[in-house]
């Protein structure tokens, strides 16, 4: 079945980066995106950008854009996340998530990753 | 940016209640709209896309309604296990965003 599986949780100083991994299994890795998602402690979930399995390409939030990047392997079929410049509000599970089908207008979330706790503290 | 106002943050319900929550974008989506499960200490579950249509091996008390700003997630007869956040997530353009969440409780 569909799976993908992330890396273990990470503790990070303030202003060091973090790279999340993202193993994918059980599809053509090539045929559809990954979306990073994540979640602060209590509160709501929020998007953080996608990659295509195919090519590359990428799209961020706007609030992110300067410190972070997505990238995809295909030989291993692995997605990764790399935020740089860490704060204590960067404490939050980060997720990963398949794109629903295989064309790019379909921007739902199907199916997630377990999720990787990054702690940002001092 | 579109904007996604969910209603309400929280509700108390019984099992075998009727359960609605809904969810308003700042700008018109057509149908482009995601529903999701989210329980505690676990990634968020896809229940509903394209508004209205049930993922599979999604149960079918589930279901979703509305087009252009204003849609609706139902859940016919409340389930113990259907105790959880819901989110609404606009599919239609980048950047994604997503409702504020409704947790249903256990009255």
């Known amino acids: 079945q569909v799976q993908l599986l992330q890396s273990g949780a990470e503790v990070k100083k303030p202003g060091a980066s973090v790279k999340v991994s993202c193993k994918a299994s059980?599809?053509?890795?090539?045929?559809?995106?990954i979306f990073w998602v994540r979640q602060a402690p209590g509160q709501g979930l929020e998007w953080m950008g996608w990659?295509?399995?195919?090519?590359?390409?990428?799209k961020y939030a706007e609030r992110f854009q300067a410190r972070v990047t997505m990238t995809a392997d295909t030989s291993t079929t692995t997605a990764y996340m790399e935020l740089r410049n860490l704060r204590s509000d960067d404490t939050a599970v980060y997720y990963c998530a398949r794109s629903g089908q295989t064309s790019l207008a379909a921007k739902w979330l199907d199916p997630w990753g377990q999720g990787t706790l990054v702690t940002v503290s001092s | 940016d579109i904007q996604m106002t969910q209603s309400p943050s929280s509700v108390s319900a019984s099992v075998g209640d009727r359960v609605t929550i809904s969810c308003r974008a700042s700008h018109g989506l057509g149908t482009s709209l995601a529903w999701y499960q989210q329980k505690p200490g676990k990634a968020p579950n896809l229940l509903i896309f394209g508004a209205s249509n049930l993922q599979s091996g999604v149960p079918s008390r589930f279901s979703g309604s509305g087009s252009g700003t204003d849609f609706t997630l139902t859940i016919s007869s409340l389930q113990p296990e259907d105790f959880a956040t819901y989110y609404c997530q606009q599919t239609n353009t980048f950047p994604l965003t997503f409702g504020g969440g409704s947790r249903v409780e256990i009255k």
């Open positions: 990659i295509s399995g195919y090519n590359g390409n990428t």
């Open positions: 059980g599809y053509t890795f090539t045929n559809y995106g």
